[in-house]
């Protein structure tokens, strides 16, 4: 993952391809291989709208476009996408977790930290990577003497 003008790693596009990846195993392996009952119970809010297949699913192709949009060095604006999808995902969840206290108080601990990944999602999309090598001003050390 070199910058396109080969100055190092995109810190952006590090986290788009980290996230994703995570977001498609959490669909893939957590949600449609193997969903657990607490979960599924906790989110009647969202599988009152779409089965726990669909929601899978959406987990893997948010991820997917996270890694795709991560691996893009050509267009830097693909990135705005990639940060959408994760960011809807986590959303989504942090929601449905924080409608779900009331019924199930466990519900609380999983708000908390959708919501926050969310927020840190929101949060990361809007930092800036450092220009490349070749746009960065050379520091010339003078000697005051």
């Given amino acids: 993952m070199r910058a396109a003008a080969g100055g190092g790693v995109s810190r952006r596009r590090a986290i788009l391809v980290t996230l994703g990846a995570g977001w498609l195993g959490y669909g893939a392996l957590g949600i449609l291989a193997n969903p657990?009952?607490?979960?599924?119970?906790?989110?009647?809010v969202v599988t009152s709208w779409a089965?726990?297949?669909?929601?899978?699913?959406?987990?893997?192709?948010?991820?997917?476009?996270?890694?795709?949009?991560?691996?893009?060095?050509?267009?830097p604006r693909i990135q705005s996408a990639g940060y959408a999808a994760l960011g809807t995902m986590a959303g989504v969840w942090g929601a449905a977790y924080t409608l779900a206290i009331s019924r199930y108080p466990t519900a609380s601990g999983s708000a908390c930290i959708w919501v926050a990944i969310?927020?840190?999602?929101?949060?990361?999309?809007?930092?800036?990577?450092?220009?490349?090598?070749?746009?960065?001003?050379?520091?010339?050390?003078?000697?005051?003497?």
């Avoid at 657990?36 to 009647?44: C, E, K, P, Q, S």
């Avoid at 089965?51 to 267009?75: E, K, S």
């Avoid at 840190?120 to 010339?140: E, F, I, Q, Y």
């Fill in 36 to 44: 657990r009952a607490g979960t599924t119970r906790m989110l009647t």
């Fill in 51 to 75: 089965p726990m297949t669909v929601l899978g699913w959406l987990w893997v192709v948010a991820g997917g476009i996270g890694i795709v949009a991560g691996m893009v060095t050509a267009c």
């Fill in 118 to 145: 969310a927020a840190a999602v929101v949060l990361a999309a809007g930092l800036d990577d450092p220009p490349p090598r070749h746009l960065r001003k050379g520091r010339v050390w003078t000697s005051r003497e």
